[in-house]
T-cell receptor, first 111, second 109 residues
Framework: SQTIHQWPATLVQPVGSPLSLECTVEGTSNPNLYWYRQAAGRGLQLLFYSVGIGQISSEVPQNLSASRPQDRQFILSSKKLLLSDSGFYLC??????????FGQGTRLTVV | TQLLEQSPQFLSIQEGENLTVYCNSSSVFSSLQWYRQEPGEGPVLLVTVVTGGEVKKLKRLTFQFGDARKDSSLHITAAQPGDTGLYLCAGATGNQFYFGTGTSLTVIP
């Protein structure tokens, strides 16, 4: 069966520090992968999506970047975090092109 | 950026009442999904609708996709406290999914 793993679950980082969030998918090959950010109790903002290794599309210019070094691995990074980067980050994958399945999310607090 | 507006944004009802949540857009989507999310967790897929005018039922939940594939509704019959959560619609186009603004539902016992 296919599963998606995202870690860490929570993270507290100082302003100006780097960030690396990792997402991996098991049980499938060449999935479409996504990073979203969610403000408290609100909808999801699409940050990045990838249709294959090394292929990254950015939806919103920001302080973040994404990479896909392996087929089933998607990484969200920042060189220097800002207070405004705080939020709930979600990784998702799409097996059929019609629906997305999500990881458990990472609560990032920048202090 | 595709924009999906959900209404209402917040809804607080008594157990046993019925409710409808709306998801509207000016864009056409190849499919539309509804998700339910608990605090601190990722959204969980409830249903996917693909055909304009399609109606799907999942126990007490009824989902409808608009004829023009631009809008959708979620109707819950006899709401229960376990229905409490954030409901999100999402439209799929190309390789991307665009999410609605969310409806926070609280069902009071």
């Amino acid at each position: 069966s296919q599963t998606i793993h995202q870690w860490p679950a929570t993270l507290v980082q100082p302003v100006g520090s780097p960030l690396s969030l990792e997402c991996t998918v098991e049980g499938t090959s060449n999935p479409n992968l996504y990073w979203y950010r969610q403000a408290a109790g609100r909808g999801l903002q699409l940050l990045f999506y990838s249709v294959g290794i090394g292929q990254i599309s950015s939806e919103v210019p920001q302080n973040l970047s994404a990479s896909r070094p392996q087929d089933r691995q998607f990484i969200l990074s920042s060189k220097k975090l800002l207070l405004s980067d705080s939020g709930f980050y979600l990784c998702a994958w799409d097996p059929l092109g019609t629906e997305a399945f999500f990881g458990q999310g990472t609560r990032l607090t920048v202090v | 950026t595709q924009l999906l507006e959900q209404s209402p944004q917040f809804l607080s009802i008594q157990e046993g009442e019925n409710l409808t949540v709306y998801c509207n857009s000016s864009s056409v989507f190849s499919s539309l999904q509804w998700y339910r999310q608990e605090p601190g967790e990722g959204p969980v897929l409830l249903v996917t609708v693909v055909t304009g005018g399609e109606v799907k039922k999942l126990k007490r939940l009824t989902f409808q996709f608009g004829d023009a594939r631009k809008d959708s509704s979620l109707h819950i019959t006899a709401a229960q406290p376990g229905d409490t959560g954030l409901y999100l619609c999402a439209g799929a186009t190309g390789n991307q999914f665009y999410f609605g603004t969310g409806t926070s539902l609280t069902v009071i016992p």
